[in-house]
């Protein structure tokens, strides 16, 4: 365990060090810098110069990347340009932000989407099935920015209702709270359980497909029986990885949600960074993307040795 | 006898003047800001629907229109730009210039705080418009404050500047672009400039209370303003909104009072909405095609004379904003009447299809030619405008491609004189030489940015910067105006108006030209 743990985190950092050296040389291959953006069309030589020799873009760039490396070791991830605070605290804040509306997210898609998915497969080939599968084809094929107007302009004109557009976090008013994020959430959830039914349904066909079914039924196990004490617990690994690769198609997928409803997330923190060529905010952010990840695949492969001892590292 | 009825004449007419100044003086302040309410009640919470966020609220180093357009609330210059461009006194009382036009002498307003608490003074503004001025420190409007050599404080109450050139516009220069008076040092401090993302340190009517990137920006009433009863609400807060649907839907259901449009047409669907009302004002923006003659077919005045005569500018409108604003000739709408030459003088307006197609023939484009027309990601009314271009170009033999980039990429092409054919959006600028000078000046006093290198146009822009009397400046600005229409290195479309939406319980809300937020400090809520 202790040497699976060990490989896994070598790999790991393996993977946020080049992950660290792509995202900063991508930054500084995008054409324009911080210093074009504050003086727009104003622009002056002098101030320019000046600017870039405040914010070191007139040191090469191997020294540029050597000190974020020395901080980024040193646990600092340096300060925004434009709102002089610490990255780790705006990446914080913003994830925090972001982590509510994927958990409730995915706490919904999978409340709606694998039961959905369960009740497809047992009844493969039957209207439900039918009516189940347009619902997975619709989630599936509606872009979620598509998804979030509707129900903003459906909100809007039908109930005569909109949500609040200043961001509330949960411990000042709770109720502000859900009704920012009512949208949102039900926004990505639709996609994410369609997702989630389909594959549901896939693996739960393909199961009940297989040997041990037949014979469960021929020695007289009932059908619920055999479905969800063998064949859902059957599905529960390929599960379990879907919902790991769902989280982090959540957490990377909020950015079109968070900035249709103003919310202050991640995915809005690292766009407005790149706009505004924030490079500490953007290089911080996505390091920490990329943390997330791994540590979310890291989780799902543990996971496996505690629904299956086979699969035990 | 004959002596003493005469000093008691000049006793008098001393009187009369000094009490004529005095009314004077009131009459101008109680117009700072826009038109008083008698009717005005004080208090509460305006929420206001932003489509433009700040990056930061640091005016002396973020040059974005999106940041101007707030931190008027919080920081103050010596004077204040009026809804007709000109330079009205605000935190200076009086100013008078030297005979021979190189020193100012200002005098400033007693009892003024900082939003820190101290009292301003001389020094203060010492040191504010140089910090502003010096280039080392970075500021966008440090090449504005060139022609200054020295700014000294004789005391307590007196600025004077010094120049080494002639300014006439100097008093306008002082407005709320760039910087503001902060206290006397603050830049000494380490992280001084993104602490102005926490706490403001102007001395403006509003002070920055919280600003949530991504989020809100919230301002409350600084008690201490030196404008007694003024602001009226006491807090005003700004919710950043990511489109104009939102912004309709917040409208329609009172999450916001007021709110400007970017693209008016946007707003249309509001028209019936009970409670809510429209309000359409001229604007000082202007929505322009530059040429830059750093391309290969543009450096030939003839071709950029050519697309000019091709383009029909109304029909650009029209597809762009929905003919929501004024077609221009070569000044913004907001100043035509002050500063434009009379629409009528102003050569290749009217499209002129035979004549450009002669034209581009003589400048070796009998078949036509092939064209890059670049638009910014973002900016929604350049699209309808770049493809009625490309159908309206098309018709003299000139094959247009839209490229759309990124602003970064814009900005960055812009500032190294790389702009080629371009749609551009200007931002506001109060006065002729701050709306020209930089882009047109030939090099190394402007940045012409188009390359054009005009001596007649450069000597133009000198003269109209030193000049003070207004009817010079207007024939100086005027002739200058003539030139560029006719060489065309930029083709000012129109400008748009600007659309707010106000719910019935606002009151008072005067919309400046500028699109910055001026008219929240006389605003005032009926509920």
């Known amino acids: 365990m202790l040497r699976f743990l060990a490989s896994r985190l070598a790999s790991s950092l393996l993977a946020a060090a080049l992950s660290s050296l792509v995202v900063f040389a991508l930054m500084r291959a995008v054409p324009g810098d911080i210093v074009a953006q504050m003086l727009g069309q104003s622009g002056d030589a002098a101030a320019a110069s000046a600017l870039r020799g405040f914010f070191g873009l007139d040191r090469p760039i191997h020294v540029q990347f050597a000190e974020w490396v020395g901080q980024v070791l040193q646990g600092d991830l340096g300060r925004s340009w434009y709102q002089g605070k610490r990255v780790s605290l705006l990446v914080a804040e913003a994830f925090l932000v972001t982590l509510e509306v994927a958990l409730a997210t995915l706490l919904l898609a999978t409340l709606v989407g694998v039961p959905l998915g369960v009740l497809a497969g047992i009844m493969e080939g039957s209207r439900v099935d039918a009516a189940i599968q347009v619902f997975n084809l619709a989630g599936l094929s509606a872009p979620v920015f598509w998804v979030g107007l509707m129900l903003l302009v459906g909100a809007s004109s039908i109930l005569g209702w909109s949500p609040p557009f200043a961001y509330m976090p949960p411990s000042v008013d709770l109720a502000d709270n859900i009704a920012i994020l009512v949208l949102p959430v039900l926004s990505l959830a639709v996609l994410q359980a369609a997702a989630y039914s389909h594959f549901v349904r896939d693996c739960m066909t393909a199961e009940l497909r297989r040997e041990y079914v037949r014979a469960a039924i021929a020695k007289g196990l009932s059908p619920a029986r055999v479905h969800f004490r063998h064949v859902l617990r059957n599905i529960l690994i390929p599960l379990v990885t879907f919902m790991g690769l769902i989280l982090i198609q959540i957490l990377g997928g909020t950015v079109v949600i968070e900035s249709l409803f103003s919310l202050p997330g991640l995915g809005r923190l690292i766009l407005s960074g790149i706009q505004g060529r924030d490079y500490p905010v953007v290089q911080g952010a996505l390091l920490f993307v990329v943390a997330i990840a791994i540590v979310v695949n890291l989780v799902v492969d543990l996971l496996y040795g505690l629904i299956d001892p086979r699969l035990r590292p | 006898m004959n002596a003493r009825i005469a000093g008691w004449a000049g006793r008098l007419a001393g009187a009369a003047i000094a009490a004529m100044l005095a009314t004077t003086a009131l009459a101008q302040d109680a117009m700072l800001y826009g038109k008083s309410d008698p009717a005005a009640k004080s208090g509460g919470k305006l929420m206001v629907g932003s489509l433009t966020e700040p990056p930061a ?55 003024v705080k900082f939003h820190t608490g101290q009292v301003m003074t001389a020094a203060d503004v010492k040191y504010s418009y140089d910090y502003l001025r010096d ?15 020295s700014i000294e404080a004789p005391d307590d109450h007196t600025v004077v500047f010094r120049l080494s050139r002639k300014n006439g516009l100097l008093p306008i220069t002082l407005t709320h672009r760039y910087g503001g008076v902060i206290p006397k040092d603050y830049f000494a401090t380490p992280d001084a400039r993104t602490r102005l993302n926490e706490v403001s340190v102007g001395t403006g009517p509003f002070k920055l209370r919280q600003f949530r990137q991504n989020s809100v920006l919230v301002f409350e009433k600084f008690k201490d303003y030196w404008q007694a009863g003024l602001p009226h609400v006491d807090e005003v807060t700004f919710a950043f909104m990511p489109n104009s649907a939102a912004m309709v839907v917040a409208a329609q259901n009172r999450r916001i009072d007021l709110g400007i449009f970017t ?37 030939d005045v003839r071709v950029r004379q050519a697309i000019a005569l091709a383009v029909d500018k109304d029909a650009v409108m029209k597809a762009s904003i929905a003919g929501y604003g004024q077609v221009i000739g070569t000044m913004v709408a907001g100043m035509q009447d002050r500063w434009g030459l009379p629409l009528a003088e102003v050569p290749n ?37 770049a493809v009625t271009i490309a159908d309206q170009l098309q018709r003299i033999g000139i094959k247009v491609n839209i490229r759309k980039i990124e602003l970064g990429v814009w900005v960055r092409n812009f500032q190294s004189r790389q702009m080629g054919f371009t749609f551009n959006d200007w931002p506001s600028s109060p006065d002729p030489s701050l709306l020209f000078y930089r882009h047109f000046r030939a090099q190394p006093l402007g940045a012409d940015f188009r390359n054009w290198n005009n001596a007649r146009a450069s000597e133009l822009l000198d003269r109209g910067r030193e000049e003070s009397d207004y009817a010079t400046r207007r024939g100086i600005y005027n002739e200058f105006q003539k030139i560029m229409a006719e060489e065309v290195p930029t083709i000012m479309m129109f400008s748009a108006d600007l659309l707010t939406v106000e719910r019935d319980r606002v009151r008072n809300h005067q919309q400046h030209p500028t699109g910055w937020y001026f008219g929240l400090v006389k605003a005032w809520l009926a509920e």
């Open chain 2, 57 to 111: 609220l640091d005016p002396y180093h973020q040059g974005a229109d999106a940041r101007i357009r707030v931190t008027v609330l919080a920081y103050q210059g010596l004077f204040y730009e009026d809804a007709s461009g000109q330079a009205v006194p605000l935190l200076a009382e009086s100013y008078a210039m030297s005979a021979d036009g190189l020193s100012y002498t200002f005098k400033l307003r007693r009892g």
């Open chain 2, 135 to 149: 280039s080392k420190n970075g500021s966008p409007g440090a090449g504005d404050l060139s022609t200054v050599d």
């Open chain 2, 263 to 299: 693209r008016p047409q946007d707003a249309e669907q509001l028209a019936r909405v009970p409670g809510v009302r429209l309000v359409r004002t001229p604007s000082m923006n202007q929505k322009a095609i530059d040429l830059g003659s750093e391309h290969p077919a543009l450096k």
């Open chain 2, 349 to 385: 307006q009217k499209p002129d299809l035979d004549r450009a197609r002669r034209l581009l023939a003589e400048a070796g484009h009998p078949n036509g030619l092939e064209i890059e027309l670049t638009t910014i990601i973002g900016y929604d009314w350049m699209d309808a405008g």
